[in-house]
């Protein structure tokens, strides 16, 4: 059995008639048939019945014939992506955080790299809140970063994840903790402006939590701002202040252990993540074909 010998399958199940489907298919009626009859031998079963007047599917034709369907289809997307993967070569390059490499890309560059053996990737970590300067001086083709609340309109964005942005104390008893624990967080008069806050130096999440002060009417006490939210957990996770990051980064870095969440009476809004790049540079294929792997494998596992 062959992948030949489903298509002629399908098509007689589909016309219900053998000159129809020889027409249809450019082949004798009688090399159809016989296609047909030795899919039969093969299984065991009638798959169709004929009679002088017409044909149609047995109970086993119809099994049969979804499975058919899904094996052509499954047959035709993967030679599709492979001579597609295999024509392209060069370079994308991209920009993320540290986090990023391993929790959004790995994934992605783990297809990207089977469907497309001759495109090579070059990765550059560094601080996600610099990835849209970048892109925008034509630095990089793509980068992961959080979605700004104004998109530039010379930029394209692919929502990945969303992740819920946290405020965080160290876990272990010291003064910055017993400082939070002494009032009630969760309450709307509770004192955030005497906490040593460790904040993003700047980007999305830095003016979400601008924002967030302004509206709670919070002047802050900026112990320090930092570069990535890694930063900001490690040294949450040291005792030296509070902060905020996104729930990912805690979860997915090494002092996860190390910090515990303050509630709130209003929370961030969430940070949608995703890959950012010029709409201009989505028309190179290479760049346009990592973007939709990127696509298709987020959209399973959403
Ligand atoms: C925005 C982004 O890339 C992350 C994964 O959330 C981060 O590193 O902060």
């Known amino acids: ?167 965080c104390m160290p876990a272990a008893d010291c003064a910055v903790r017993r400082q939070v624990l002494e009032g009630d967080s969760s309450a709307r008069e509770f004192d955030w402006g005497s906490l040593p806050f460790i904040v993003p130096e700047r980007g999305v999440t830095r003016d979400m939590l601008d924002l967030w002060f302004e509206s709670c009417a919070i002047k802050p006490r900026i112990y320090a701002q930092v570069a990535g939210h890694e930063a900001i957990v490690a040294m949450v996770g040291l005792g030296l202040g509070v902060g905020i990051a996104p729930e990912l980064v805690i979860r997915a870095g090494g002092m996860a252990e190390r910090v515990s969440q303050i509630p709130v009476w209003e929370s961030l809004p969430a940070l949608s993540i995703g890959l950012c790049a010029p709409r201009k540079t989505l028309m190179d294929p290479l760049v346009k074909s990592f973007w939709d792997v990127a696509a298709s494998t987020f959209a399973r596992t959403v």
């Open 1 to 167: 059995m062959d992948i030949k010998t489903l298509q002629v399958f399908l098509s007689v199940s589909d016309t219900l008639s053998f000159s129809r489907s020889s027409e249809q298919l450019h082949m004798s009626v009688s090399a159809v048939s016989r296609s047909v009859q030795r899919l039969e031998e093969e299984l065991g079963r009638l798959l169709l019945e004929r009679d002088n007047r017409r044909v149609r599917l047995t109970p086993a034709g119809r099994d049969f014939r979804s499975y058919a369907q899904r094996a052509v289809e499954d047959w035709l997307r993967t030679r599709r992506q492979l001579t597609d993967g295999a024509q392209l070569s060069g370079e994308v390059s991209l920009y993320c955080s540290v986090t990023a490499t391993y929790s959004i890309l790995s994934p992605i560059l783990e297809s990207f790299r089977s469907s497309h053996p001759g495109v090579e990737i070059l990765l550059h970590t560094g601080d996600p809140a610099d990835g849209i300067e970048k892109l925008l001086v034509g630095q990089y083709d793509v980068a992961v970063t959080g979605r700004p609340a104004q998109l530039n309109p010379r930029l394209a964005f692919l929502p990945l994840q969303e992740s819920a942005m946290v405020f």
